[in-house]
């Protein structure tokens, strides 16, 4: 099998989201999703890529790091999220797309970057088997809801895979989103798996509204920020309301940040 991945970007930047908001991260962008959720704003990461042999993707990854070469060899280090065994080491990487596990090679880069001291994390929309990725990355994993138009292909079977030190998120654009995220927290018990992300669906530019994404299904009502933060709090809902720091930082469809 060849030790290829097609590769979007790899930048570095802070980490926007999850537990580890904030924090220095190496983002590597693989090509390729199987999904076309009506949010999407990573639009350009379907088809635009270039193949890197792990061992390039590797150098890249530790070239970027090396500025912090001296953070990552100390006794202790900034501790971040739910983590097992000790602090994380920075900076992160997270394996981001697209969709990573749609390139089987994804799970030996990830082992790989693993076992040379990475803290790594891994966005995944929840479509596909996550039983297989090591043990030691922190799994950031999608449900679904209504207003993606992709609910149908959440792989409910990846729940009893999660582990303390992966994490769940819910985007949320409509009020349907909402009610069903609060369905399936309740009806599945999610907070006593790992921690629950709750995302607002950032509205797309112009540019960034790729035709091939799916509509939002008729009758639905838009959700704002403010009205979405006052639900969490009045439903004491168990979960982290995030807003994507990188959006807020830079322009919401600027590229490599």
């Known amino acids: 099998m060849s030790d290829t991945l097609v590769i979007n970007e790899i ?3 802070l980490q926007g989201e999850s537990t ?3 924090l220095p991260c190496i983002f590597v962008r693989l090509t390729a999703c199987n999904l076309r959720c009506s949010y999407c704003d990573t639009a350009y990461a379907f088809t ?3 193949k890197k042999t792990l061992a390039e993707v590797q150098m890249e990854v530790d070239r970027l790091a090396k500025p912090f070469e001296r953070m990552r060899s100390a006794p202790s280090a900034v501790r971040a999220g739910p983590v097992e065994g000790g602090p994380a080491k920075l900076p992160l990487v997270e394996l981001t797309g697209g969709e990573p596990l749609l390139q089987k090679n994804s799970l030996p880069l990830m082992k790989r970057l693993c076992d040379d001291g990475f803290t790594v994390l891994l966005e995944t929309s929840g479509a596909l088997d996550i039983s297989s990725v090591d043990p030691r990355v922190r799994r950031i994993m999608d449900l679904k ?3 993606s138009g992709e609910t149908a292909r959440n792989r409910w079977e990846n729940l009893p895979h ?13 009020s349907e989103d909402y009610q069903w995220t609060k369905k399936q927290i309740a009806e599945h018990k999610l907070e006593t798996i790992c921690p629950l992300l709750i995302s607002w669906v950032h509205p797309l530019a112009p540019e960034q509204q790729d035709k091939s994404l799916k509509k939002v299904p008729a009758g639905q009502t838009r959700i704002s920020l403010e009205a979405l933060a006052e639900n969490i709090i009045a439903d004491a809902l168990p979960v982290r ?3 994507q720091l990188h959006k807020v930082i830079w322009a919401p469809n600027q590229r490599g940040v």
Do not use: H, N
């Open 241 to 243: 309301f995030q807003v």
């Open 145 to 147: 809801c209504p207003s």
């Open 11 to 13: 930048y570095l930047s």
């Open 48 to 50: 635009e890529g270039a």
């Open 162 to 174: 999660l582990k303390s030190t992966d994490e769940i998120k819910f985007v949320i654009g409509t």
């Open 20 to 22: 580890f908001a904030g």
